[in-house]
């Protein structure tokens, strides 16, 4: 086993592979990026090298500089991690070049599945079913229509590099290939360099079923079953789980076979997984295989009881695999749900920001957190968005499924928007608690499915209160302390007022609600007078301690309750019940806002890129045409006019990186 190792990667994926090494007590170097010099892979690694700027294209994507850290630093061994250069054969070959071991598969065994097109010719070749499609040479479009053509529509245009949903989109009808294919291509290119396209059949709703396969370099190939996937959003994985249900035994055994022959096929070696569409027949097709240890691997991990990325390092230091398929078993049922910065709200749109406070539940042996951020850190539009894996393993899926919700539940941000509600929601759908998840599931379902229940938790609107109520009192009697004169009047917290009861007013916003709050205080604590904006008023009584780092135990209306509320400037989060409400405390001393501001026609709704810029100052434009298009944290967001009109002028230019809020372009309708 070699002595040190260099993760080329980042975050939740460094971390991961870090822990592991260390267990099996191997030194773990670090590379980071300027915009990650204070995140926890780097704090978590033994030594860690700077290899460039913010863009993933100046460091991360860099060979040159992680080989030149790998040298100064004296390391042996190289883990690609997942994505970045993960699949990238140049750089295997140029690892190996250099003398040092490679975590991962032979260079000849990524460049012949890397391209979708290639590995499908030699899949067919080897028995292995794949999708009816076309995988040719001619990238001529109108050899590309001719081709969706035979096949029949609906069809899906996809990228021949690459994968986790890049360059992929469904065409329904001839006349939305060509704006699909430009699209696709350009998204291609960006995220893989190549924007060669193949044509596949779309098969109605479809399952995504992959198995992870392990090879050797003694002539050893296993499968360790399988997972689903078909949980999919815009064809990127939200909930992963293993085993894929409803599987009989003897479909589960020819898939595994499948499975093995596919990786033979390459002469493969280390972690790969193979890539099925299920459709509802029973029937089974290739899709791709993806040469790297996969983002879900953890579900896989924990039905299985084996550690995959110490099966990657003992194979990648000449050993035989740990394992025979026969010793290999399932035991249980586990799911993975991908916690985001994003929006469900707008989009889904990237919501990148400083992170103020996080706190996930307690791990054991049915929670597992894989993170690779931390409180005080920012969350930027560099990298992909991911915050978490929130995994859950039971004895049975039903169980998985209810600690998945308990655990997506517990969680607390405050910072950057989480999909968790949403989250939480498809978790509780009613296709996928009965286990019959499918790709277009989440497509199927209404737009405000998982949002938020009408009004606000009188608990939460409390809590919000009393934690005012308590910093008040505590900076008063810090500013008495401090004064010289602490009998002084001026620092009372009684509330006295001159001709009327003793109280103090707040007006607490949620949204677009206002809600007022009148304070009266008591011997053990405060008698709150609480009125809605739906005209509601009650009364309740609360008294409790805080902690500082705002953890709260409250008595309220002679009901206990344990939450934690969270304040950065004028907001106010509360955690408790297993909800999460934010308020804003009003300033009655702020000047109102100005009504009449003037807003440019079309902003930016994220910080990121400018990839595409259609227009010019006095085109004339019809409604649903695509103006501006940006990218950030791996995704495009297109800027499309609301109806007919003339672009009147365009601020940024091709590749200028924007703020988010930024006027990219002024209109006029017609």
Not at 150 to 162: D, E, H, S
Not at 229 to 253: T, W
Request: hydrophobic share 45%; charged share 25%.
């Amino acid at each position: 086993m070699f002595r040190k190792l260099l993760i080329a990667n980042r975050g939740e994926i460094a971390c991961r592979v870090m822990r592991t090494a260390k267990r099996m007590g191997v030194d773990c170097v670090a590379v980071y990026s300027e915009a990650d010099r204070g995140a926890p892979h780097v704090a978590m690694a033994d030594e860690a090298v700077l290899i460039g700027p913010a863009a993933a294209a100046e460091s991360y994507l860099r060979a040159e500089n992680i080989l030149k850290a790998a040298k100064s630093t004296g390391a042996e061994a190289i883990h690609p991690g997942y994505g970045f250069l993960s699949e990238n054969a140049d750089f295997a070959e140029a690892v190996r070049a250099a003398g040092l071991v490679f975590v991962g598969p032979p260079s000849d065994a990524i460049r012949a599945m890397g391209g979708k097109d290639n590995a499908k010719r030699l899949m067919e070749a080897a028995g292995v079913p794949v999708v009816p499609g076309y995988y040719g040479e001619d990238q001529d479009e109108a050899t590309l229509k001719a081709e969706a053509g035979k096949i029949g529509y609906p069809v899906l245009l996809k990228a021949a590099m690459g994968g986790g949903g890049k360059g992929m989109r469904a065409v329904t009808e001839a006349g939305e290939l060509s704006d699909a294919l430009v699209s696709a291509r350009r998204e291609a290119e960006a995220a893989f360099g190549d924007g060669r396209m193949l044509v596949e059949k779309l098969i109605d709703r479809p399952r995504h079923v992959e198995v992870q396969v392990f090879a050797d370099g003694h002539g050893n190939c296993v499968h360790l079953f399988e997972r689903d996937c078909s949980l999919q959003r815009r064809h990127q994985k939200v909930i992963e789980e293993a085993p894929a249900p409803g599987l009989s035994d003897e479909l589960r055994r020819r898939m595994g076979a499948a499975a093995v022959a596919a990786a033979r096929a390459v002469d493969y070696q280390n972690a790969g997984t193979i890539e099925f569409l299920l459709d509802a027949d029973g029937a089974f097709y290739f899709m791709e295989m993806n040469t790297r240890l996969q983002v879900e691997h953890p579900v896989t991990e924990m039905i299985t009881g084996q550690d995959l990325v110490e099966w990657q390092l003992r194979v990648a230091a000449g050993e035989a695999l740990p394992c025979t398929q026969e010793v290999l078993v399932m035991r249980g049922h586990a799911m993975e749900a991908r916690l985001y910065a994003e929006d469900p709200e707008k989009g889904f749109l990237p919501a990148p920001g400083p992170i103020h406070h996080l706190r996930f539940p307690a791990t054991d042996s049915h929670t597992r957190i894989d993170t690779g951020v931390a409180a005080g850190q920012e969350v930027t539009a560099h990298y992909d968005p991911m915050i978490a894996k929130v995994i859950t393993w039971d004895r049975d899926r039903e169980a998985a499924r209810l600690r998945l919700i308990e655990a997506l539940g517990a969680i607390e941000l405050v910072g950057p928007t989480l999909n968790r509600r949403f989250l939480m929601a498809l978790a509780e759908n009613q296709a996928f608690a009965a286990g019959e998840p499918d790709t277009g599931l989440i497509d199927r379902l209404p737009e405000d499915f998982h949002a938020a229940p009408e009004g606000v938790s009188a608990t939460a609107v409390a809590l919000a209160a009393f934690s005012v109520l308590r910093s008040r009192a505590e900076a008063a009697a810090l500013a008495a302390a401090r004064s010289g004169d602490a009998g002084s009047p001026w620092h009372g917290t009684d509330c006295w007022r001159l001709n009327d009861t003793a109280h103090q007013d707040l007006v607490l916003r949620s949204g677009e609600r206002e809600i007022s709050v009148s304070a009266r205080p008591r011997a053990d604590g405060h008698e709150l007078r609480v009125s809605m904006p739906d005209g509601d008023a009650f009364d309740l009584r609360i008294s409790g301690a805080m902690a500082a780092d705002g953890a709260v135990k409250a008595e309220i209306d002679g009901r206990g309750i344990a939450s934690r509320v969270v304040r950065v400037g004028a907001g106010i989060t509360v955690f408790a019940e297993a909800g999460e409400n934010r308020f804003q405390l009003a300033d009655p001393m702020a000047a109102a806002a100005d009504d009449a501001a003037v807003v440019p026609a079309f902003v930016a709704p994220m910080p990121g890129k400018v990839v595409a810029i259609n227009v010019d100052a006095g085109a004339k434009v019809s409604a649903g045409d695509v103006l501006v298009v940006l990218e950030a944290m791996k995704m495009e967001h297109a800027i499309k006019a609301p109806v007919d009109g003339t672009v009147t002028a365009v601020h940024y230019g091709l590749g200028e990186q924007v703020d988010e809020g930024a006027g990219l372009i002024e209109f006029e309708e017609d």
